[in-house]
Nanobody, 126 residues
Framework: QLQLVESGGGLVQPGGSLRLSCAASGFTLNYYTIGWFRQAPGKEREGVSCISSSGSTTNYADSGKGRFTISRDNAKNTVYLQMNSLKPEDTAVYYC???????????????????WGQGTQVTVSS
């Protein structure tokens, strides 16, 4: 059974940091493009970042540029999202998603991913 499990969310003060993890089971992430998405209360789900299956290409939404870093450890079958300088507007449920790669060095933040995790809550508040 293909499964993605996010972890690492929690409550953090503005300016703080969190590292989210997305662990895969039942398949090898090496052959998949990975995206991180988030959904705040009352808002549509939006793309945050993505990483190509090769790891050579990463993209970020404007909201996270300079603050968020996506990375992957294929040996651990895990993708990470390091989030620094967090703001209250970063509060949301964060999801990781996977899709088989079409091009090894390309990723996108459309919602057209095949597999989704259950999400992890990130709350930024003082």
């Amino acid at each position: 059974q293909l499964q993605l499990v996010e972890s690492g969310g929690g409550l953090v003060q503005p300016g703080g940091s969190l590292r989210l993890s997305c662990a895969a089971s039942g398949f090898t992430l090496n052959y998949y493009t990975i995206g991180w998405f988030r959904q705040a209360p009352g808002k549509e789900r939006e793309g945050v970042s993505c990483i190509s299956s090769s790891g050579s290409t990463t993209n970020y939404a404007d909201s996270g540029k300079g603050r968020f870093t996506i990375s992957r450890d294929n040996a651990k079958n895990t993708v990470y999202l390091q989030m620094n300088s967090l703001k209250p507007e970063d509060t949301a449920v964060y999801y990781c998603a996977a899709k088989p790669y079409a091009l090894r060095h390309v990723c996108d933040m459309t919602q057209l991913y095949d597999y989704w995790g259950q999400g992890t809550q990130v709350t930024v508040s003082s």
